[in-house]
């Protein structure tokens, strides 16, 4: 779990390990699809920026982003960001 910031948007990224064959666009995807159902992004910018005020965490939380990025376990170097 890290954080990545742009000019457009702040991202909070999540990173899993795969079998190479697994390692697609598609897999991506749909691994980030399942855990964004199920992740509370809020109680995450609570972790990451402690100390803000209520507002804060909700304007924070409106404009954060999930960036899933799936490696190989097999060629670490090998992976697919989505």
Do not use: Q
């Not at 390692?23 to 749909?30: F, H, P, R």
């Not at 995450?44 to 490696?71: C, H, Q, T």
């Amino acid at each position: 779990l890290s954080t990545e910031e742009t000019e457009e948007s702040v991202y909070l990224k999540l990173f899993a390990i795969g079998k190479t064959k697994d390692v697609t666009d598609n897999e991506c995807t749909a691994i980030k699809d399942a855990y964004t159902k199920s992740f509370d992004i809020s109680n995450a910018a609570k972790d990451l920026w402690p100390g803000l005020s209520d507002k804060e965490y909700k304007l924070l939380s409106n404009e954060l982003l999930m960036r899933f990025v799936l490696i190989s376990k097999d060629n670490t170097n090998f992976s697919v960001t989505c």
